[in-house]
């Protein structure tokens, strides 16, 4: 299977990570979303990375789809429950933790590329107000357990892992950890993991 994407994409380096968990081999094609010569658009239609070709050359997006297909293969555990209510449980993680990445995205691209529309206060406001919330749910739900879900590696940690790692990585000037101890212990931990590490956003540029 072949993986289009960009080290710089927190959605990318989510399904890597997966991959990687799962020991799963693929084809990694860096490749941006919608530059003229991206080959993306033409297996999804919105444009968007990461998006993944099967070996039978059907596409899949986005990455909460790449990842629940991907749990099917490889020779590591599964990542997804299969019992329903954990299943729900696990996916709500996996929500909550992309929520945080959109919005880091969002403010990153815009500090970047300010538009007339998006470039107040108010927007800044609200946007890191999504994080700040995410967070405190995050560090109650996750409470003094050593894993989010389940006592051992899942979706849901890999989740939290990437979009911590993203937040550290995009807005370095944002400090959580003191105001959330036990993500901030869990981060550290996933952090180095080999996962994590073969797929840091510096890598493989
Ligand atoms: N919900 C999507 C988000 C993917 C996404 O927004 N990717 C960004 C790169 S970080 C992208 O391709 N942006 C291009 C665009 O929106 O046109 C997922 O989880 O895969």
Known sequence: MKLFGTPGSPFVRKVRV?????NIAYDYIVARASTPDSPVPSFNPLAKIPTLVRDDGRALYDSPVIVEYLDAFGSGPKLIPEDFES?????RWEALCDGI???TVAINHEYREPTEKQRSAAWFSK???KIDRSLVFLEKDLGKNDWCFGGRLTLADICTGYALGYLDYALPDYEWRSKHPALAQLALRLKS???FIGN???ANR
């Open 18 to 22: 997966f991959l990687a968990e799962k």
């Open 87 to 91: 299943r729900i449980e696990v996916k």
């Open 101 to 103: 990445a959109e919005a």
């Open 127 to 129: 946007q890191q107000s």
């Open 193 to 195: 993991r080999p996962s």
């Open 200 to 202: 840091d956003h510096s």
